[in-house]
T-cell receptor, first 115, second 109 residues
């Protein structure tokens, strides 16, 4: 499968624990995005990488959230000291460089439940 | 800040009926508009984008800058069109997307 992959697909954790999600983009794609989706809402942008550089972060991304993309390949999203409000689907997407209007290819998402 | 509004949470039609999913946006610059679709148990995928001016699976959407709308239309709905549809906007020169809340389309036989 050459699509975007995410791991794990589901995560249940207790409040206060740290969690880390991984995203593997389509191999030739330079851009990688993280979104969060809660029930009844569309995906909300969190952060975006072009190669290994993190170019934009949403105000939604509190200090407890950190994302990395070492070597411009896979990316990780870590949430420290999780809160119940962090429960959501975390989506990763990738796209080739081509300016605005390029297609973003989404992964299946990681569903997080914080108890 | 930019915003995308999809006023209908659910749109239910019979097979063969025309479909129009509404999308309105607010953005002061020149946006790029998209429709993404999520079928049951599948990942989110691009349906169409305004710059391509194409018809995909019989769906079309026209960007109306005067009304700041990008409604999705199909003349004859099919059962396989049942899915969640999201309208999305990217700011000119930036690639991140702002999504609406989505409209669930249910096509009954």
């Amino acid at each position: 499968d050459t699509g975007v992959s995410q791991d794990p697909r589901h995560k249940i954790t207790k409040r206060g624990q740290n969690v880390t999600f991984r995203c593997d983009p389509i191999s030739e794609h330079n851009r990688l995005y993280w979104y969060r989706q809660t029930l009844g809402q569309g995906p909300e942008f969190l952060t975006y990488f072009q190669n290994e550089a993190q170019l934009e972060k949403s105000r939604l991304l509190s200090d407890r959230f950190s994302a990395e993309r070492p070597k411009g390949s896979f990316s990780t999203l870590e949430i420290q000291r999780t809160e119940q409000g962090d429960s959501a689907m975390y989506l990763c997407a990738s796209s080739p460089i081509g300016g605005a209007g390029e297609t973003q290819y989404f992964g299946p998402g990681t569903r997080l439940l914080v108890l | 800040a930019q915003r995308v509004t999809q006023p209908e949470k659910l749109l239910s039609v019979f097979k063969g009926a025309p479909v129009e999913l509404k999308c309105n946006y607010s953005y002061s610059g020149s946006p790029e508009l998209f429709w993404y679709v999520q079928y049951s148990r599948q990942r989110l995928q691009l349906l169409l984008r305004h710059i391509s001016r194409e018809s995909i699976k019989g769906f079309t959407a026209d960007l109306n800058k005067g009304e700041t709308s990008f409604h999705l239309k199909k003349p004859f709905a099919q059962e396989e069109d049942s899915a969640m549809y999201y309208c999305a906007l990217s700011r000119g020169g930036y690639s991140t997307l702002t999504f609406g809340k989505g409209t669930m389309l249910l096509v009954s036989p």
